[in-house]
């Protein structure tokens, strides 16, 4: 018996013919062509499925507060003051309300997995942490939302920051992050990053850096120490846009040694694109690293929303089919193969960066399904697809109507 049939469904990454998708107590229980079997049933006309998108890396906490600041420059200085500045008035409740309208956004685009990135320091103490923990319960039915706390303003310049960190990770925070570049001792701050990792058994997540200077770089700190506390396949960098700083050749040596060390790499185009090159006035370089390079070379790559409405991003709906587009558009992917690629960018790669083993449309798995309005990766990526329908455990979460156009009745 199941509960639901999906059917003609083209699987991402699977085979070209259309299947059934048999799904049975939240499962999928069952990919067969023609399935024989009783039960609700969904015709998708060939469209293409996902398992939903994978965001690794938003701020829930800071978003949409637009209206509380005023953009001038448009520098990662001016970002940082204003954003700290309107984090003083913060309240638990206007982060949960704020959290739940972005987080809706997200789920209406297809997400069905995110790690969300949590601010933790002396100032708003554990009012974010707290929001989020009750958005992830009420929100639980659409997403699995993953806490990634950390000291976005320093660790070791900031007393009394580290305790509030173990105090969040004895509450049950699931992942931890680092952002060295606001320490006054960086090296020292991913240092205290990993032993809290080590101590509570979680992955890790930096903030790595921030600017196009590629003379220096913080990385190989960081790979260093993944080695030291055999911690590869458990580290991620994300802002790592001094690699968009370097030469194919540099990069490529640089990405080899990431996919042996198992350090991933988050690459965020929209703040990326806003912040980056500012001491320019023409010729602005991009600052976005070549995710789907790298990927190449054998390290695990994701693409993500980052900020939305907010001073480091004043852009945003949460779209993770719009960023693998503009990445893409960005970074000038040629070919319609690699094009297609950019997909996973947004899909397996980022599943796999956050080590969800039950991630993807196979039996087994938590029957997580998005319904994208095309049949194939490449036109995913290519046109933008909708998002028209998902699923969260086999239980409908969105639904989204196909555009439909209107002839005017002597036409038809
Ligand atoms: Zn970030």
Request: charged letters at 20%; glycine letters at 10%.
């Given at each position: 018996m199941l509960d639901l049939i999906l059917r003609d469904a083209r699987i991402a990454g699977g085979e070209q013919r259309p299947v059934d998708i048999g799904i049975r107590d939240g499962r999928v229980a069952a990919i067969e062509h023609g399935l024989a079997a009783d039960a609700p049933e969904r015709r998708l006309e060939g469209r293409l499925v996902v398992g939903g998108f994978v965001e690794t890396h938003i701020h829930l906490d800071k978003s949409c507060i637009l209206d509380r600041c005023n953009i001038r420059e448009g520098t990662l200085a001016e970002a940082f003051s204003q954003t700290t500045a309107a984090k003083r008035g913060f309240t638990e409740e206007d982060i949960f309300a704020r959290a739940a309208g972005t987080l809706t956004k997200a789920i209406v685009q297809g997400t069905t997995r995110m790690r969300t990135h949590v601010e933790i320091d002396p100032?708003?103490?554990?009012k974010g942490f707290n929001a989020m923990r009750r958005l992830k319960a009420d929100y639980a039915w659409a997403v699995d939302l993953e806490l990634c706390v950390f000291p976005q303003e320093g660790l070791?310049?900031?007393?009394?920051c580290e305790e509030l960190l173990v105090e969040a990770c004895e509450a049950g925070a699931d992942a931890i992050g680092g952002c060295p570049y606001a320490d006054t001792d960086p090296d020292g701050h991913v240092a205290h990053i990993f032993a809290l990792a080590k101590r509570f058994d979680l992955d890790i997540d930096f903030h790595l850096d921030f600017d196009?200077?590629?003379?220096?770089?913080r990385l190989d700190e960081v790979m260093r120490q993944t080695d030291r506390h055999g911690w590869g396949g458990r580290v991620t960098v994300g802002?790592?846009?001094?690699?968009?700083?370097?030469?194919t050749q540099a990069l490529a040596a640089i990405g080899r040694r990431l996919a042996d060390a198992g350090v991933a790499v988050t690459v965020i185009p929209a703040t990326d694109l806003f912040l980056?090159?500012?001491?320019?006035?023409?010729?602005?370089?991009?600052?976005?690293?070549q995710a789907h390079r790298l990927a190449g070379h054998g390290v695990t790559c994701s693409l993500a929303t980052n900020n939305v409405l907010n001073p480091f991003t004043p852009f945003g709906d949460c779209s993770l089919i719009r960023m693998a587009n503009l990445y893409a558009n960005v970074a000038q992917v040629g070919g319609s193969a690699e094009i297609a690629s950019c997909l996973d960018l947004v899909t397996t790669s980022p599943a796999k960066l956050m080590n969800?083993?039950?991630?993807?449309?196979?039996?087994?798995?938590?029957?997580d399904v998005v319904v994208l309005d095309c049949q194939s990766s490449l036109s995913a990526v290519a046109e933008l697809a909708s998002p028209l329908l998902g699923f969260k455990r086999g239980r409908e979460t969105f639904s989204r109507p196909h555009a439909v156009i209107n002839w005017p009745n002597e036409q038809r």
């Open positions: 100032r708003i103490h554990l070791l310049n900031d007393p009394g196009l200077d590629p003379s220096w770089m802002h790592a846009t001094k690699l968009s700083a370097v030469d980056m090159g500012r001491d320019h006035d023409h010729n602005v370089p991009r600052g976005v690293t969800l083993a039950d991630y993807g449309i196979a039996v087994g798995n938590p029957a």
